[in-house]
Each structure stands twice: as C-alpha cells, then as structure tokens.
C-alpha cells in the first residue's frame, strides 16, 4: 500500500500542466534558443512549457547574453536531443529529461546557469543526462524534488570547479559523478538506489555535501558510493540499507564527514557498517581496522579516511626526514 500511495504521490507531482506548448523545431541555420524560427515564430515566455523531441544534428543552444524562460520544459518521445547552456541562462519552473524514451542531454558549460523553482526529472521514462561542467556553470533548484532514473535512466555529472544544488534527491536508477573540484548539494533527505533500483555514486576530487536531512544509501534498492582521491562526502547522517547489498568505498585520501556532534556514537556506527561489510576500503577490501577517525575540536565533527597501509607510512617518513634534512 505505501508503495502505491509513493507512486500516485509521485505521478500526480510529474502531472501535465494547462500551460502553452512551444515546440523546438530547428530550422536550420542559428541553434539559439533566441532564434524564433526554430520555435515555430515565438520564443518561448515564461508562461510556455518548451518542448524537444527528436532534434536529430538541431540542438538548441543558450548562449552568452541569452536570458531564457519557460514554465514546464519537456524532453521526450523516441529519438536524441540535446540542450547546450553554453554561457547563457536558463530560468524554468521544472525540468523533464527524457520522460518516456530516448536519449536526451542537458549540458552546462561556459559558466551557464540554470535555475529550477520546482520538481524535475532526469531520465523519467528514457536516458536522460544532466551534465554541469566548468567554473562559474551551475544548476540552481531552489524548491521541489528532483527524480533520477524513475522509470528509465538518469545519469548527472558535475566536474571542472562547477556546482550544482537541488533539493530533496531520489534516486532510483542510473549515477551520480561529482569530480575535479566540482561540488553537488543536496537539500534535504538524499536516496542513493531506490524501489528496486541502482545508483553509482563517484566522488573524485569533488564534494558531494548534504546540508539537510540524512543520505539513504540504499532505500528499497541498490546504492554504491565510491570515494577517491580528493574525494568528500558530507552528510548530517548517513543510512544503510540493511539488505547489505549496499556500499560506501574509500580510497585514496578520500572523506566522510559526519556533522553530528556526538563523535563515539558516529565511530560506533562506521565501524559497524564495516563490520557489516557495507563500508569498505581500496575497491571492497575489509574496512575493519582501516579507518582513522579525527573530531574536530570545536564542532565535534567526525571525519573518517583510510589508515594508510605501512609501506605508505615508510614512505611518508622518508619524506618527512628528506625535509628535515633540507632545513
């Protein structure tokens, strides 16, 4: 029963508006959202759900200097489309990518922006993607859910120094990469593998930072989160699924963060999940034994890493006398 109530909750919230249909249907010539032609003789306002299909080499494109609206923006029907906000902005109130089949792209570049007020999907029937890349490029949800992979695949990637922020993330199907100093926030509880599902979630170099609620990994479904070199992973407080088909691994100089001030019961926990297998280190070997925990004085804060092996304490000795004898 709560999983029917969950999807009807779920449907009425992807529901069809009354708004007006806008249609991108390229013309040839200039990609530019800007272009009225490619929109049938009127750019979408703010009070049109723009729509692409099957656009084929007609990509649309918000570029430097173009400030771009719309209500609801759907990206749906059997064949490839993609979106280039290449420098521009792009205001909607929601986000549809790929809603029943297809492969539909959204790419971020150039310091584009776009900013949602409401509940989006990536990959709601089809493959959707979401890519953000670049310092200064950015996605900005400032209210609502947004769905990864509900009914088809979704697959978001942040990289290059550039930031994303949503609300409430469900995931269901499909990955999250965050990587070279790039950082994805969350604002409210997060799931990681939902209903029957799988999310790969890769930090390499980046920040994947929770700032409210807890992060599920795995939620009803299958949730793996791989941490590398560089790699962060902040929460308030961190769920796993007791199915044990779940799993967080550290590598390298990668992180978790707990920010919650009770640093014996954050040990207690990590080491459980280790013992459990559901936390492990190096690509699955045993965590038991391998993590270090440092408390920040003044917050309380946990973070954990790896305790390096003994060949990589030879090592960092070796350089620490090196620098001595330099001074």
Do not use: C
Request: charged letters at 10%.
């Amino acid at each position: 029963m709560k999983k029917v109530l969950l999807a009807a909750a779920i449907l009425a919230s992807l529901a069809v508006n009354s708004f007006g249909w806008s249609e991108w249907n390229y013309t040839g010539g200039s990609h530019s959202w800007n272009e009225a032609s490619n929109w049938g003789g009127a750019v979408p306002t703010a009070s049109d759900d723009p729509i692409m299909r099957d656009a084929g080499d007609g990509y649309a494109e918000v570029g430097s200097g173009v400030h771009a609206v719309g209500n609801t923006m759907w990206m749906y029907g059997g064949g490839n489309a993609t979106l280039k906000v290449n420098g521009g902005n792009l205001a909607l109130g929601q986000l549809r990518i790929a809603v029943d089949a297809g492969n539909k792209s959204v790419e971020v570049s150039n310091a584009g922006v776009v900013t949602l007020s409401s509940d989006s999907a990536v990959g709601q029937g089809g493959v959707g993607n979401l890519s953000v890349s670049g310092m200064g490029s950015s996605v900005n949800q400032t209210a609502g859910w947004t769905y990864i992979g509900y009914g088809g695949t979704g697959n978001i990637t942040v990289s290059d120094h550039a930031t994303a922020s949503f609300g409430t993330i469900r995931g269901w199907n499909g990955s999250i990469t965050v990587e070279s100093g790039a950082t994805l926030y969350t604002n409210s509880d997060t799931t990681i593998g939902e209903n029957g599902g799988t999310v790969n979630m890769i930090i390499n170099g980046g920040t994947v930072k929770d700032n409210a609620g807890w992060m599920y990994v795995g939620f009803g479904g299958n949730g793996n989160i791989s941490i590398g070199d560089g790699g962060l992973l902040s929460v308030i407080a961190l769920g796993m699924d007791d199915a044990l088909t779940d799993n967080v691994d550290l590598s390298g100089t990668g992180a978790i963060e707990i920010r919650d001030a009770r640093p014996d019961d954050i040990a207690f926990q990590m080491n459980w999940y280790a013992g459990q297998g559901m936390l492990t280190v190096n690509g699955g070997q045993s965590a038991v034994g391998m993590l270090s925990f440092a408390v920040d004085s003044a917050t309380q804060y946990t973070t954990v890493t790896i305790i390096p092996e003994p060949m990589t304490l030879t090592i960092l000795a070796i350089g620490g006398l090196l620098i001595s004898r330099k001074k």
